[in-house]
């Protein structure tokens, strides 16, 4: 019998609306190390997209997530370098997989 993963939509909101095209070395570095953290994540099926949205308003990255529970997606951002230069939202989600 297998589990239902839960779903969860994450917006990671920059430190400031130009950050996109206007980050320093140590935010861009920050952010390799952001992209080389998820990267595992996204080939082993827990990341089902993630990237970043060209707002025209301020740029922000998006991930859509399946986690066996809210703690464990609590975890996995505890542990990325980007987290406390951008911040999170969360949302439960009902997503449609195949």
Known sequence: MGT?????????NPPRASFMV???EEERQIMFNHIAFW????ENGTVIVLGPVMDPKGGFGI??????NEEELTAIIS???AN???NYEVYPMRAVTK
């Open 22 to 24: 206007d980050m320093n």
């Open 63 to 68: 991930a859509v997530v399946a986690v066996d």
């Open 79 to 81: 542990k990325d370098p």
């Open 84 to 86: 406390g230069l951008n």
């Open 39 to 42: 990267k595992p994540f996204v």
């Open 4 to 12: 239902e993963k839960k779903h969860f939509f994450l917006k990671l």
